[in-house]
């Protein structure tokens, strides 16, 4: 059992329970009153009224959730609820092509039989994993001993292969020169942001053209820094709030992330990286609780959610985890290595408007 607290999107470590947190865990009728859709469990946005979480350390595992996802996440359950069976989603939307995990949260695992009303539109396999096939909406079943739960799911009809299918009728050059301008404007917010942070007058913008997802269309890799060290994509000189990300769709421009405007030094909390033969953008910490955070890109979509967390023992703690789990170094660099593929970056170029052409 556990309670998180912080932030829409931020990885935290939890907190001791309070004492209204503990006394409706002594107490059925209050669980009862709590548990609105009376399944055994008190969901996060059920309890969330009554919480107040204080303390963290790192012996304490990590969760990370949303907005979305801790309105469903079963923070403790009030009752014996082996023979209930909970999914992570009770609705799922989904773009052909698309996939989908579907996770038992609660239930027996062995024996599950999934299945689809609808195979044209979307399928399941025998480990629960979603399929989407065509636009429409159709209900995903689970059900082993007697239990049933349901999933609905939405599939829409995907732009991405007609998006990426159009820019690859440019050509490299004409896809670098249609990004001139986002480098120009790019470098004069970082300059103006320096002047008014007061740093230093050095600092550079640096450049990559790398098609990360291999679909033909390089995405633009921006940095700002002041450091006089050769810059890779992968390099951690540059503060992440600095370093963005932008894409072509249907001949356009598209900023993939990045903040707007320049981020001080002071302002510093992640980085973000890019390596060879790695399907995942790096936006990992500095610091603990993980030092690289893994989050897919395709075809000009930033996954929301990460799918690898890993904390790399820095700041002198010995503190080595995947996804919250402390596991032993040699098996977290491992794991990180293949993850990244060595986690070696693209060369990136200093820029200037004189020397860019260089670069087409």
Not at 6 to 16: A, I, L
Not at 60 to 75: C, L, R
Not at 145 to 166: D, E, L, M
Not at 214 to 235: C, F, P, W, Y
Request: with cysteine; net charge positive; glycine share 8%.
């Amino acid at each position: 059992m556990f309670v998180c607290a912080g932030s829409k999107g931020e990885e935290v470590q939890s907190g001791r329970f309070s004492k209204r947190v503990v006394d409706i865990l002594k107490n059925t009728s209050e669980c009862e009153k709590k548990d609105l859709n009376k399944d055994g469990y008190i969901s996060g946005s059920e309890l969330m009224k009554d919480m107040k979480v204080y303390g963290q350390g790192l012996t304490h595992p990590f969760v990370e959730y949303t907005d979305s996802q801790y309105k469903t996440f079963p923070i403790f359950s009030y009752k014996v609820t082996r023979n209930n069976l909970l999914l992570d989603k009770k609705s799922l939307s989904i773009c052909v092509g698309e996939t989908y995990q579907m996770k038992v949260i609660a239930g027996r695992k062995s024996g599950m039989r999934w299945s689809s009303s609808n195979k044209s539109i979307a399928t399941v396999n025998s480990t629960g994993k979603i399929t989407g096939k065509k636009a429409g909406t159709v209900k995903i079943t689970a059900k082993v001993g007697g239990k049933t739960a349901t999933c609905s799911v939405t599939v829409k009809k995907s732009g991405n292969q007609s998006s990426a299918k159009t820019n690859n009728k440019l050509s490299k050059k004409e896809q670098h020169k249609l990004y001139e301008s986002t480098i120009k404007s790019y470098a004069k917010s970082m300059k103006n942001g320096a002047k008014k942070w007061n740093e230093d007058s050095g600092l550079k913008t640096y450049f990559a053209f790398v098609d990360i997802d291999k679909n033909g269309t390089d995405e633009l890799i921006v940095r700002a820094v002041n450091s006089t060290m050769k810059q890779t994509t992968a390099s951690t000189s540059g503060y992440g709030e600095n370093t963005h990300i932008y894409t072509i769709k249907n001949n356009k421009v598209k900023k993939v992330l990045g903040n707007s405007t320049y981020a001080p030094t002071l302002g510093h909390v992640n980085y973000v990286r890019v390596y060879k033969n790695c399907k995942y953008i790096d936006r990992g910490f500095s610091h603990l609780p993980a030092d690289y955070i893994f989050y897919k890109y395709s075809n000009g979509i930033l996954a929301s959610k990460p799918t690898y967390r890993f904390a790399v023992g820095g700041w002198g703690t010995n503190f080595w985890s995947i996804n919250g789990k402390i596991v032993s170094k040699s098996y977290c660099m491992k794991q990180l290595n293949k993850v990244s593929g060595n986690r070696e970056g693209y060369p990136m170029h200093k820029y200037s408007a004189s020397t860019y052409k260089n670069y087409l």
